[in-house]
């Protein structure tokens, strides 16, 4: 598989480069500018929303596919994401780790059983990252259906955990996932890359990508 990346001097656009050893590299995008040694068939995307029309230019120009993870998209971003989708295979998410998109799933299909607790979220990351809350926290709160708060700490050197906390008079639940490493997010992604290899064009999320890998 030939592919690109936009970020590819960041932290985590080194872990995708490392993890999709095995395939090969034609396309860079970091601060020294665009780097093109082929076509890609997919690109992937973990840097920031300032460079997300370059991303979309790019995408759009190669036909390739698109695996973004960018965080702190607006409305706006996401729209232009659907309307490439309309041409090529996009799959977007806030977080590419199996075991987030597992816990929507399981979230979705259970939350009403909570509706006796009172819950609350807590989300602890790296003191470098820029948004707050996460996109992860703000997916799990969706996934509950349910306005709760989030309490975002921001330290260290912490790829990132998520807490959901559940308390009544008598007992308390905590849900907790912890990425060890940011290597689970480009193990994810080189799932979403491949997923997007086999689809010609539309809008997809990651865990429709995990449905996928089950067929």
Same mark, same amino acid.
């Given at each position: ?15 995708? %480069? ?7 590299? &034609? @396309? /860079? ?6 780097? !093109? ?6 690109? +992937? ?6 460079? @997300?029309? #370059? ?12 695996? %973004?993870?960018?965080?702190? @998209? ?20 806030? *977080?590419?780790? %199996? ?6 799933? +399981? @979230? ?11 819950? /609350? +979220?807590? /989300? &602890? ?11 992860? =926290? ?7 259906? !349910? ?6 700490? !921001? ?7 998520? #807490?959901?906390?559940? =308390? *009544? ?5 905590? +849900? ?5 490493? !940011? ?7 080189? #799932?979403?890359?491949?997923?997007? #290899?086999? $689809? ?9 990508? %995990? $449905?996928?890998?089950?067929?």
């Amino acid at each position: 598989m030939k592919y690109g990346v936009v970020g590819s001097s960041g932290r985590m656009g080194e872990e995708v %480069i490392e993890v999709f050893r095995d395939h090969e590299l &034609v @396309l /860079e995008v970091n601060d020294e500018g665009i780097f !093109r040694h082929g076509e890609p068939e997919v690109i +992937i995307d973990f840097s920031n929303r300032e460079v @997300l029309k #370059t991303t979309i230019d790019l995408t759009d120009q190669f036909g390739a596919g698109l695996v %973004i993870g960018t965080t702190a @998209l607006r409305q706006s971003d996401i729209s232009d994401l659907e309307k490439l989708a309309e041409k090529v295979p996009v799959v977007q998410s806030f *977080n590419f780790s %199996i075991g987030i998109n597992l816990l929507r799933m +399981i @979230l979705k299909e259970f939350s009403t059983l909570f509706e006796g607790f009172e819950g /609350e +979220i807590i /989300e &602890v990351h790296h003191s470098a990252k820029k948004d707050a809350p996460s996109g992860t =926290a703000l997916m799990l709160k969706e996934s509950t259906g !349910r306005d709760l708060p989030i309490h975002s700490v !921001r330290a260290g050197g912490v790829p990132g955990d998520h #807490t959901l906390f559940f =308390a *009544n008079d008598g007992e308390v639940i905590e +849900i907790t996932h912890r990425a060890i490493s !940011r290597k689970v997010f480009a193990i994810g992604a080189l #799932t979403a890359a491949q997923f997007c #290899t086999n $689809k010609e064009k539309g809008f997809y999320s990651f865990e429709e990508v %995990i $449905k996928w890998t089950q067929k």
